[in-house]
């Protein structure tokens, strides 16, 4: 395949006009909202943190070292980890303002050519996402030998998509952890102002109305959510503050004394096994700093940096601070509840503060609730998980997204783990180790993007590992320890959502490696003539395929038992590549299949994981301009000797969408006006000789002037567009071929079958109008 230049001046196009510089007032909107998106879930940990680290490993005694090592170790890790490594590192790795582990492998991808998306051209490589974060420069060293071993080797590449489907996995287990053990924790504090025979019976069918609340209000979308819920975390960030301050100056204000790491070193001295063992509750202080990450398509990095070292850090660290020092005076506790925060809140103040915790609960789980969603949409888009239909609820920020069927399954199962355990001990189990499960793999991926994509020194990048990694791995053995006491709920969910996305990705990757396969030559389509009985009927006939270069197996199927096809035929094909968003300049691949007088082309539409595909009246027009737009092109570099002997290749040409390309050819349809669209004041038209049923009519620049054969076949393919289109779409029934291993009859008979009847139709075939479709059925035997 041969790449053409653009139509339009892509080199040319300066980022810095079309991403203009944030004010300062948009920047500190974003991080009053983010506040209640991304937030709530880091602000709710007071509520659980020392309930769960003194549970059962530890006791408090009256030397106050448990209670000193435990403050110590969780400020020590709220500083390293949500402060030091995300905030200055983690977020720096953002895939063209886009975060989550599938923006690091998209990263990864590019930088590497590890993608295991099978339709990838080097034509996308010209993308200016793909281009802008520095592809271009070259590693060296250490950094191009690793380059070279990952895009050898498969098997290293197929371990760096499992690395990434498995912080996937987690992150969607946290999504139904995180919910119960915020509301859960919450609802706790009834225990302390209903009587202990009465709260037992409260707690859980409280939780549960909670939670279904909660789910609830997804579908209104993050920007409402986010300024209904931003007030909640702003209250409740004051209120838990300015507790702990009253907690210090009233109980012990030496406290602060107790943030140095000695204290941790006589913690770990004296509890040794039961100290290790409880720091799967001390992990749970930086549960939901992954969202800080996750949901940066949502905000800016720079708004969720202010929020987070500006008002939530020192928020936490008073927090904390304030228990503690209350604790170290309270060492003889006779309530049931034990040690938990709603001891050291003033009695007087208890009923607000439950108030405004139970908010700050529902505010919490909206963080990793609004990271799922993100993070299902970029490995569906990349072909690692079964459509799902997704709702876009804000018509000006693209990420903000609402998927129904992610919703309501992530509410039953919080729903089953809230009524099962009904404590938050197991809970708090399984949610650390789902949290530092995803730590690891970030910090894993992220060494990789400091050598392959940022181009740094491996040193810095085995720093990198050994420093953080060291860290989570501690939290992560503490985590395991407690595998049977809770900590297998993450591990369950991950291994049946991970089942799910490698079905789905070996089905999906076997059906194009048949197509491919047994795509059909360019010889065999210009074999085809009225001699032999094919009959070209007017209209433009859509075939959709997936391949890029080849004519698909479908049509050959479609041809040989209907032998006729329309006077105009595109081969089109909607594919995602590994960036985060497509520009309109550059959203289709226009090319000609066979010579001229055939009238058959190629459009490749090309979008982004995060993109959008647009309504079918928009994208038939689209395709019809990007065609005429591509003919009109194709005269000016007819004498260009490049491409004088290149009459078997596909020569592509990238073509805006008709919005981008102000200056290109407009098409108007029946009684659209020339006043409804801009510039036309040097656009001639092209009429058709007679007035048929539906009248369209193109409006082509004056300048440059177009050849005649260019003018007829922009007439051909005008009066093709008044015929109507047809749209034909393939529906494929895979099986595994005779001889096949019992294992793959099981996944690929039983389970992607299943996924493809129940998964949603892809969003351009729901476009398209159900009138104009015809679908050819076809086994594929793979």
């Not at 407690?482 to 900590?487: I, S």
């Amino acid at each position: 395949m041969i790449l053409r230049r653009p139509v339009m001046d892509i080199q040319g196009w300066n980022p810095n006009n079309a991403k203009k510089k944030e004010s300062w007032r948009a920047v500190l909107t974003l991080a009053y909202q983010s506040l209640g998106v991304v937030y709530g879930d880091l602000s709710t940990s007071p509520l659980y943190v020392y309930k769960s680290t003194f549970a059962e490993d530890i006791k408090h005694s009256e030397s106050n070292e448990e209670i000193y090592g435990v403050l110590s170790f969780v400020f020590w890790t709220l500083t390293l980890i949500p402060l030091l490594k995300y905030v200055f590192i983690v977020l720096r790795a953002d895939d063209n303002g886009e975060g989550g582990t599938f923006a690091l492998y998209s990263l990864l991808c590019r930088h590497a050519r590890v993608s295991t998306l099978p339709n990838g051209q080097l034509a996308d490589e010209e993308l200016y996402e793909y281009r802008k974060d520095g592809s271009a420069s070259g590693n060296k060293g250490l950094g191009l030998s690793l380059k070279s071993i990952l895009e050898k080797h498969k098997l290293l590449q197929k371990i760096l998509l499992a690395l990434a489907l498995i912080g996937t996995c987690m992150v969607i287990g946290d999504g139904v952890l995180t919910p119960a053990i915020s509301v859960f924790s919450a609802v706790s504090g009834l225990e302390l102002v209903v009587s202990k025979h009465h709260h037992q019976y409260i707690e859980v069918p409280v939780a549960c109305i909670i939670l279904v609340f909660l789910f609830y209000l997804q579908h209104y979308g993050t920007h409402r959510i986010g300024f209904l819920f931003a007030p909640v975390v702003i209250t409740w960030l004051f209120c838990i503050s300015a507790i702990g301050v009253y907690n210090i100056f009233q109980w012990n204000p030496n406290v602060y004394q107790a943030l140095s790491p000695y204290y941790m070193y006589k913690f770990l001295k004296k509890t040794r096994k039961g100290g290790w063992m409880s720091l799967g509750g001390i992990l749970l202080c930086i549960t939901g700093s992954e969202a800080m990450f996750a949901d940066l398509g949502h905000f800016s990095q720079l708004s969720i940096k202010i929020a987070f070292s500006c008002v939530v850090y020192p928020s936490l660290i008073l927090a904390y601070m304030g228990q503690a020092a209350y604790l170290s005076k309270h060492h003889v506790i006779e309530s049931y509840y034990r040690i938990g925060f709603y001891e050291s809140v003033p009695e007087k103040i208890r009923w607000p503060v439950l108030a405004i915790a139970i908010l700050a609960a529902v505010v919490g789980s909206q963080a990793i609730i609004t990271g799922t969603f993100s993070i299902i949409k970029q490995c569906s888009a990349l072909g690692c998980f079964p459509r799902v239909r997704i709702i876009h609820t804000s018509s000006k920020i693209c990420g903000q997204i609402y998927i129904p069927a992610i919703n309501w399954t992530l509410m039953l199962l919080g729903l089953a783990v809230t009524i099962g355990f009904r404590d938050t001990k197991r809970i708090s189990n399984a949610s650390g180790l789902a949290v530092i499960t995803v730590m690891l793999v970030t910090t894993c991926l992220m060494s990789l993007v400091i050598v392959l994509c940022w181009n740094r020194s491996v040193v810095f990048a085995i720093c990198f590992i050994f420093f953080f990694g060291s860290i989570e791995a501690l939290y992560f053995s503490a985590s395991l320890i407690k595998f049977l006491d809770g900590a297998w709920v993450p591990v369950a969910l991950s291994f049946i959502f991970l089942a799910i996305m490698y079905i789905w990705h070996y089905g999906t990757f076997k059906k194009y490696e048949f197509d491919l396969h047994n795509k059909v030559s360019i010889d065999w389509l210009l074999g085809l003539s009225p001699d032999l009985g094919i009959v070209r009927v007017r209209g433009i006939g859509l075939v959709h395929t997936e391949l890029v270069s080849g004519i698909p197996a479908i049509f050959s199927h479609f041809v040989t038992n209907l032998p006729a096809f329309h006077q105009v035929l595109v081969l089109f094909c909607v594919k995602y590549v590994p960036v985060p968003h497509v520009r309109p300049e550059e959203r289709f691949l226009v090319g000609r299949i066979g010579p001229k007088g055939y009238r058959v082309y190629r459009c490749i539409v090309r979008y982004g994981y995060r993109d959008s595909v647009t309504d079918d009246v928009e994208f038939e027009r689209d395709l019809v301009c990007s065609i005429a737009e591509f003919i009109r092109s194709e005269g000016e570099e007819c004498d260009n000797p490049l491409y004088q002997n290149l009459e078997n290749e596909e020569k592509m040409t990238v073509i805006g969408t008709t919005s981008a390309h102000t200056s290109g050819i407009k098409m108007l349809e029946n009684d659209e006006k020339l006043s409804d669209i801009a510039s036309v004041m040097e656009l001639g038209e092209i009429h058709s000789p007679d007035i048929p049923r539906k009248r369209v009519r193109f409006l082509v620049p004056e300048s440059p002037q177009i050849d005649s054969d260019a003018r007829a076949e922009l007439r051909e393919l005008m009066e093709a567009r008044e015929a109507g289109m047809a749209f034909i779409l393939g529906h494929c029934y895979v099986k595994a071929k005779s001889g096949s291993s019992l294992m793959k009859r099981v996944v690929i008979n039983l389970g992607y079958d299943f996924l493809r009847r129940n998964c949603t139709s892809p969003t351009y075939a729901l476009n398209l109008p159900r009138a104009s479709t015809l679908e050819v059925g076809m086994i594929y035997l793979v």
